[in-house]
């Protein structure tokens, strides 16, 4: 059996953790032969909420579980980890768009960044889920300089997968038979989901997907507008949004960032923007990616269509009026964001 490693998840006590824990714990993401020590951080007020979920993880007897360490101290919370779920944020309530949390939880990530600089591994992979979940991402990075920032990342997985799963039913295909939908720039209601480079497997051959749809209105109409709308229809169907799925695609982002892609696929993942296909540059912006050794890389050389190239602008702007609006909350002149 291989050393155990330490993962933090924040916001431990609430809905999407619930249902994260136990997929991490159980060895979907770090494998079945990683022992893990899971590291459960929330607020002061949660920490009743937080025993239940410590007897809870006792009670699921999973083998790879050698420790549990619940705190509210990000210095407990942070110290020595390999990897961290960033749930810990107040979610929206029906009406509102993800970036009126800004405010509220960008200092959130601030504080966790500066933690994470002091306590955490140097090669920690850092997946951030609380909204506005790309512009925290940038925050946390931003305040943990001795983190190579490559480490940061946001997560875009929960849209890939709503996409994926709308254009397996569109095609009458099982999900498995659809790859390479990608999910560019910010996970809000801007973001712009592209079918354009996906392929799928009908009948045994592969196809590309625009092909298989034949119906170039519905992937440039409804297709989109349904995957960016998705989280506020769940939150107006449940009165409280999406967990089960987010914690699902948590799995699924950290799972391919630790294991690497299969040749030829790509998963989306918010990350540094180097200014690929026109993006503004430092924003963490949705790319398709491959990974290798842990790394990630922004897939290169994808033709896009003069509408796919309008919807990466308007989301790369929501993005940079996000950075600003952050740097006006910080009130703070950090070098690096
Ligand atoms: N990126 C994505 O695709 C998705 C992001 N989200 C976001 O994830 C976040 C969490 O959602 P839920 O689990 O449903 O919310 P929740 O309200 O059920 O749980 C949030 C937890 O975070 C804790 N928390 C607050 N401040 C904290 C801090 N400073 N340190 C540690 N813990 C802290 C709260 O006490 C609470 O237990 C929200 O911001 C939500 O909008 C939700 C779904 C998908
Ligand atoms: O919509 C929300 O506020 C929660 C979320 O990010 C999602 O479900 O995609």
Known sequence: MAEPIRVVVTGAAGQIAYSLLYMVARGEVFGKDQPIILHLLDIPPMVGVLEGVVMELADCALPLLVEVVPTTDPAVGFKDVSAAFLVGAMPRKEGMERKDLLSANVKIFRTQGQALDKFAKKDVKVLVVGNPANTNALVCSSYAPSIPRENFSAMTRLDQNRAT??????????????????????????????????????????????????DASYLQGAFVETVQKRGAAVIAARKMSSAMSAAKAACDHMHDWWNGTAPGKFVSMGVFSDGSYNSPKDVIFSFPVEIKNKQWKIVEGLTLSDFAKSKLSITGKELQEEKDEALSVLDSNVSNL
């Open 165 to 214: 799963s709308q254009i397996a039913a569109k095609v009458g295909v099982p999900i498995s038979a659809v790859n390479n939908i990608i999910i560019w720039g910010n996970h809000s209601s801007t973001q712009y989901p592209d079918a354009g480079q996906g392929k799928v497997v009908v009948n045994g051959a592969v196809k590309s997907v625009v092909d298989a749809v034949n």
